[in-house]
Nanobody, 116 residues
Framework: QVQLVESGGGLVQPGESLKLSCAAS????????MAWFRQAPGKQRDMVAR???????NYADSVKGRFTISRDNAKKIVYLQMSSLKPEDTAVYYC??????????WGQGIQVTVAS
């Protein structure tokens, strides 16, 4: 059983930066991609950024140029560097590991609040 644990969330002011981390514990299967999703109150959970096994990435249009996803394969950690944060980035952020077996795991979620 794999557990994903997010860290690094919190309250920041608009324009500031924050870095999220998600570490996998337990025996991880072959990972096809790692991703960050977010869900604001009353809204659906949307993909923010994804990094594939090849190293290629894709981002939601709303965060392009401001957020960067990266990973440490050996440690099974995925990061999300968030810069120039806006109030509309406020949400619960979830990490997601998608495996070559078509299974996936989710973290428990971490709150990010951007407010002055």
């Amino acid at each position: 059983q794999v557990q994903l644990v997010e860290s690094g969330g919190g309250l920041v002011q608009p324009g500031e930066s924050l870095k999220l981390s998600c570490a996998a514990s337990g025996s991880a299967l072959s990972i096809a991609s790692m991703a960050w999703f977010r869900q604001a109150p009353g809204k659906q959970r949307d993909m923010v950024a994804r990094i594939f096994r090849s190293g290629s990435t894709n981002y939601a249009d709303s965060v392009k140029g401001r957020f960067t996803i990266s990973r440490d394969n050996a440690k099974k950690i995925v990061y999300l560097q968030m810069s120039s944060l806006k109030p509309e980035d406020t949400a619960v952020y979830y990490c997601n590991f998608y495996y070559t077996s078509f299974r996936q795991d989710w973290g428990q979620g971490i709150q990010v609040t951007v407010a002055s």
